[in-house]
C-alpha cells in the first residue's frame, strides 16, 4: 500500500513537472479552465439544490414557517438555506404547488443548461493547451534532432528515434494531455461538493474522508506496474520501427539474399513481444473502471448504511432529505474520482512515453558554441586548415585517429587515401565539428575552430559525399537547399558549372521537376552533379569531397569529375578517394594507415624509389584490381 501510494505521489509529480514545463505559454487557456469549472461546480451544486424544496415542502416532510433574514441576523449558511426556502414558500403561497414544481424544474432546466455550458468553455479553453503542448513537444524534438550531434545517431536506433517522435509522443497526446481536462474539472468539484458535504453533515463528511482514501489506496495498488510495463512496450514499439526502417531500406538486399523468411521470423518474434506487452497494458488499464465501479458502489452502500443509521438514531440534525441531497452530491464526487482515477492510469502510462522522449530532450550537445566567439575568418581569400597533434575517439577508449599533423594551405588541394577504416572520413568529419576531437587543435584559418560559432564554421565548407543525399522535393530546391535568398538564373549558374543544366532542361518541369525520395527518380551520376551544384551555390571557401566518384560509371566519372574540377579551383579542398587517377593533381596526398598519417608527398614523389611505398603498393593493388 505504502508503495504504490509512493508511486502515485511520483507520478502527480512527475505530471505537474511536465505542465510547469510547457504549460507557461498558454496561462490564459489554464486560468479560463479553471475559473469555468468552478463555475460548472457551484451551478452543479445549485442545480441539486432544487430538490430540497420539492422534497420537503412539496411533500410537507418539512412545515416550517420561514420569514426573511438578512446577512448578521445569523451564520452565512444559516440566511442562506432560510431565505432559500423563504422564497420556495413564497412561490408555494402565491402560485400553488403545482405551478411551483414548475418553476423549480424550469429553474433546473435554466442552471443545468448554464452548469452544461460552463463546462463545454472549460474543455473549450484547455483544447489549445493540449493540441499547443503536443505540438511544441513535437517542435522540441525536431528542433533537438537536428541540433544534435551526428555521433548521437550512432548510438540510437534510427527507428526508434522515429518511435519516439511518432508513437510516444502521440502516447503523451492519448495519455497525459487527454487528462488534462480531467485533472483540472474533478479536482474543483470534488472539492467544492466536499465543501458542501461538510456544511450539510461533517460527521458523515469525516466517514467519507476515512472511507475514500482506503478505496484510492487499492486503485493505486493494481496501477502501479503500469508505468513500466508502458515504457517496455513503447521500447520495444522502437525495436519494430528500427526493423522496418531496415527492411524498406535494405529491400533489395533482402530479396537478392533470399532472406525474406528470415527477416519475417525476426519482425514476428519482436511483434510477439509488443503484442504480449501491449496486453499486460490494456488489462490493467480495462480493470480500472471495473474497480472503481465495484469500489464506488461499496462506498456508496456503506455511507447509506452510516447515514441511515445516523438519522434513526436521532443523534444528527441530519433528515432524510438533507440525505438525500447529500447522497446526490456523494454520487457527483463518484464519477469525478473514478475519472481521476482513470487519468492517474492514463498519466501512468503517459509519464513512460514521456520519459523516453526525455531522453532526447535532455540529451547534452557536446558540440556547442564558445562563451566568447571569435569572428569567423575572411572568405575573400583562401582559408588554410590544420591538424596539430589531433587524437580521436569515438568510444573514448579506441583511438580512431593518433598524432595527427597536416596543413593545409589556403587553396591547395589534399588528398587522403588508404584502407577503409584508416580514418579518412573521420579527420573529413572533425573540420565542421561533427565531432569534437579529445587531444590537439583543428585550426581554419588559424583560428581554433572550437573558439567559432558553429554555424559561421560550417558556413564557410561544402560537401559532395559519395551518396549524394537529396530531399523529396524539387530540382531547384535541392540546389539552392540552405541559400534562401537564390535566385533561378543563380541556380542555374551553379547547374552549368556542376554539368547539370542540360539533363535538368530535359526533364517535363525543368528546375521545378520532383526528384523522388532521396533522388530516386534520377540516375547516380545526376544525383551526384546535383549535389555538386548545391555546393557550388554556396560558394564554400573549404571544400570537402569524401569519394564523391566512387560508385559512378565511367561516363558519369567524367562529367562529374570536370564539374568537381571547376569547383575545386580557388579553393581549399580536402579529398577523400579510392580511385587514385582522381587525386593525381593533388598538392599533397598523405596515406593514412590505422589512423596515423605514414607518407605524405606528390604523386611522382611518393612512387620514387626511396618513398615507403604505402603509396606505391595502392597504386599497384589498383592497377591489378583493374586489370
Known amino acids: ?37 468552478i463555475l460548472a461546480a457551484f451551478l452543479t451544486l445549485f442545480s441539486f439544490a432544487l430538490i430540497i424544496p420539492i422534497l420537503e415542502m412539496l411533500f410537507q416532510i418539512r412545515e416550517a414557517h420561514y420569514t426573511l433574514m ?31 414544481l414548475a418553476i423549480l424544474a424550469a429553474a433546473l432546466v435554466v442552471l443545468t443548461a448554464l452548469k452544461t455550458g460552463a463546462t463545454y468553455l472549460s474543455s473549450y479553453f484547455i483544447i489549445p493547451m493540449r ?30 528515434v522515429m518511435a519516439r517522435m511518432s508513437g510516444d509522443v502521440a502516447e503523451i497526446e492519448n495519455s497525459i494531455m487527454s487528462s488534462l481536462d480531467m485533472m483540472f474539472k474533478n479536482p474543483v468539484m470534488i472539492i467544492v461538493c466536499l465543501a458542501m458535504m461538510i456544511a450539510i453533515s461533517w460527521q458523515l463528511t469525516v466517514f467519507v474522508f476515512i472511507l475514500l482514501p482506503l478505496a484510492g489506496m487499492v486503485m493505486g495498488k493494481v496501477g502501479k506496474r503500469l508505468k513500466r510495463t508502458s515504457f517496455e512496450g513503447q521500447t520495444q ?11 524498406l531500406g535494405g529491400l533489395r538486399i533482402i530479396k537478392a539474399f533470399n532472406a525474406e523468411d528470415k527477416m519475417s521470423k525476426r519482425f514476428h518474434s519482436e511483434n510477439q513481444v509488443f503484442y504480449r506487452l501491449s496486453n499486460q497494458v490494456a488489462r490493467r488499464q480495462a480493470l480500472a473502471h471495473p474497480m472503481s465501479e465495484l469500489l464506488g458502489t461499496t462506498a456508496i452502500a456503506i455511507i447509506l448504511w452510516f447515514g441511515g443509521a445516523l438519522i ?26 473514478k475519472d481521476l482515477s482513470k487519468a492517474s492510469y492514463a498519466i501512468q502510462k503517459g509519464l513512460a512515453s514521456m520519459e523516453r522522449v526525455d531522453k532526447i530532450l535532455n540529451a547534452v550537445n557536446p558540440i556547442s558554441n564558445p562563451a566568447e566567439a571569435v569572428p569567423v575568418p575572411s572568405t575573400d581569400t583562401p582559408v588554410g586548415v590544420s591538424f596539430k597533434d589531433v587524437s580521436f575517439s569515438y568510444d573514448g577508449t579506441t583511438e580512431v585517429l593518433r598524432d595527427i599533423n597536416l596543413d593545409i594551405a589556403p587553396g591547395a588541394t589534399v588528398a587522403l587515401v588508404g584502407q577503409s577504416g584508416s580514418g579518412k572520413s573521420t579527420m573529413a568529419d572533425l573540420i565542421p565539428r561533427f565531432y569534437d576531437v579529445q587531444r590537439g587543435t583543428v585550426t581554419v584559418g588559424g583560428t581554433d575552430i572550437r573558439k567559432l560559432k558553429v554555424h559561421e564554421l560550417r558556413s564557410l565548407m561544402g560537401n559532395v559525399n559519395q551518396e549524394a543525399i537529396l530531399f523529396n522535393d524539387t530540382i531547384f530546391n535541392n540546389i539552392s537547399f540552405g541559400v534562401e535568398t537564390a535566385t ?60 564523391a566518384t566512387s560508385a559512378l560509371d565511367s561516363e558519369s ?5 570536370q564539374a568537381l574540377d571547376r569547383l575545386m579551383t580557388g579553393r581549399t579542398t580536402l579529398v577523400i578517394a579510392h580511385r587514385l587517377s582522381t587525386i593525381r593533381r593533388a598538392d599533397l596526398i598523405c596515406v593514412m594507415h590505422e589512423g596515423r598519417i605514414v607518407e605524405a608527398g606528390t604523386h611522382d614523389q611518393l612512387l620514387a624509389p626511396d618513398a615507403a611505398g604505402y603509396y606505391r603498393r595502392l597504386v599497384e593493388m589498383q592497377s591489378l584490381g583493374q586489370n
Not at 510547457?22 to 486560468?31: A, D, S, T
Not at 438578512?70 to 438555506?81: E, I, Q, R, T, Y
Not at 438533507?322 to 447522497?327: A, L, N
Not at 547539370?500 to 521537376?513: L, N, P, V
Request: hydrophobic letters at 40%; glycine letters at 6%; aromatic letters at 12%.
Open 312 to 337: 434513526l438514531s436521532g443523534e444528527s440534525s441530519l433528515n432524510a432529505a438533507d440525505f438525500i441531497y447529500y447522497m446526490v452530491i456523494f454520487y457527483n464526487i463518484i464519477n469525478p474520482a
Open 1 to 37: 500500500m505504502k508503495h504504490s501510494g509512493v508511486q502515485n505521489q511520483s507520478a502527480m509529480k512527475d505530471f505537474f513537472a511536465i505542465l510547469r514545463r510547457f504549460v507557461p505559454p498558454y496561462k490564459k487557456c489554464l486560468i479560463l479552465n479553471i475559473i469555468f469549472n
Open 237 to 247: 514499439w522502437g525495436v519494430l520501427m528500427s526493423t522496418i526502417e531496415e527492411t
Open 131 to 160: 493540441s499547443g503542448i503536443v505540438r511544441d513537444i513535437r517542435n522540441y524534438v525536431y528542433d533537438k534532432i537536428t541540433a544534435l550531434p551526428i555521433g548521437f545517431f550512432t548510438v540510437e536506433r534510427k527507428g526508434d
Open 488 to 547: 533561378l538564373e543563380q541556380v542555374r549558374e551553379a547547374a552549368r558549372i556542376a554539368n547539370a543544366d542540360e539533363f535538368i532542361m530535359a526533364t517535363e518541369q525543368g528546375y521545378d521537376t520532383p526528384i523522388g525520395d532521396r533522388g530516386c527518380r534520377l540516375s547516380g551520376g545526376q544525383r551526384q552533379r546535383i549535389s555538386i551544384a548545391r555546393a557550388v551555390l554556396k560558394n564554400p571557401a573549404i571544400l570537402i569531397l569524401d569519394e
Open 70 to 100: 438578512h446577512v448578521g441576523d445569523a451564520s452565512l449558511k444559516d440566511v442562506a438555506f432560510n431565505n432559500f426556502y423563504y422564497y420556495t414558500q413564497e412561490l408555494i403561497n402565491n402560485f400553488g404547488p403545482t405551478s411551483t
Open 557 to 561: 566519372e567524367t562529367l562529374v569529375q
